[in-house]
T-cell receptor, first 113, second 114 residues
């Protein structure tokens, strides 16, 4: 079974721009969660999607948004980028929202200059 | 607010030694306590997990010990190998209708010296 794929793997953006990251979960998995990883704050939950619905959202500003498509693929968008948004953005795939077994993709490394 | 506290931040162990990582949590509504292993350039990988009604779980060289009354749990890596050098994260996972998310500890960087 193919694992979680994330595209692109690396991104360099300028302050004020916006960015869209993509995640394809493991085949058959319908729950997708997004996490931000930084050296200072560690791994922080962004949001969770199941059946195209956002079920949970972390403590991030409204500039961070996401969506899930009918094939369970998910995208997250960050608008008006700030330097502090530089991070590794990780997508996690789960069979369903009740599954603690979440499988992470390799992440997208976003650098904001 | 940090609901899962992890220590130490880093540790160095000789090959064949035991690595011990400790975590403490505050929220009693957590239902699973997984551990993740992360190598540089990779996403975290699920290593082992335990439920609060179990005091110990062992998988190969990895053992989780759980103390529900103290709200603490730990990971023991027995016979540590250089290939175990990675960052380890404890996490807590609630199962409720409001939505589920992993709350991670701060991570422990483990270096196993040959």
């Amino acid at each position: 079974k193919a694992g979680v794929t994330q595209t692109p793997r690396y991104l360099i953006k300028t302050r004020g721009q916006q960015v869209t990251l993509s995640c394809s979960p493991i085949s058959g998995h319908r729950s997708v969660s997004w996490y931000q990883q930084t050296p200072g704050q560690g791994l922080q939950f962004l949001f969770e999607y199941f059946s195209e619905t956002q079920r949970n959202k972390g403590n991030f500003p409204g500039r961070f948004s996401g969506r899930q498509f009918s094939n369970s693929r998910s995208e997250m968008n960050v608008s008006t980028l700030e330097l502090g948004d530089s991070a590794l953005y990780l997508c996690a795939s789960g069979a369903n929202p009740a599954s603690y077994e979440q499988y992470f993709g390799p992440g997208t490394r976003l650098t904001v200059t | 607010q940090q609901q899962v506290k992890q220590s130490p931040q880093s540790l160095i162990v000789q090959k064949g030694g035991i690595s011990i990582i400790n975590c403490a949590y505050e929220n009693t509504a957590f239902d699973y306590f997984p551990w993740y292993q992360q190598f540089p350039g990779k996403g975290p990988a699920l290593l082992i997990a335990i439920r609060p009604d179990v005091s110990e779980k062992k998988e190969g060289r990895f053992t989780i010990s759980f103390n529900k009354s103290a709200k603490q749990f730990s990971l023991h890596i027995m016979d540590s190998q250089p290939g175990d050098s990675a960052t380890y994260f404890c996490a807590a996972f609630p199962v409720d209708a409001a939505g589920n998310k992993l709350t991670f500890g701060g991570g422990t960087r483990v270096l196993v010296k040959p």
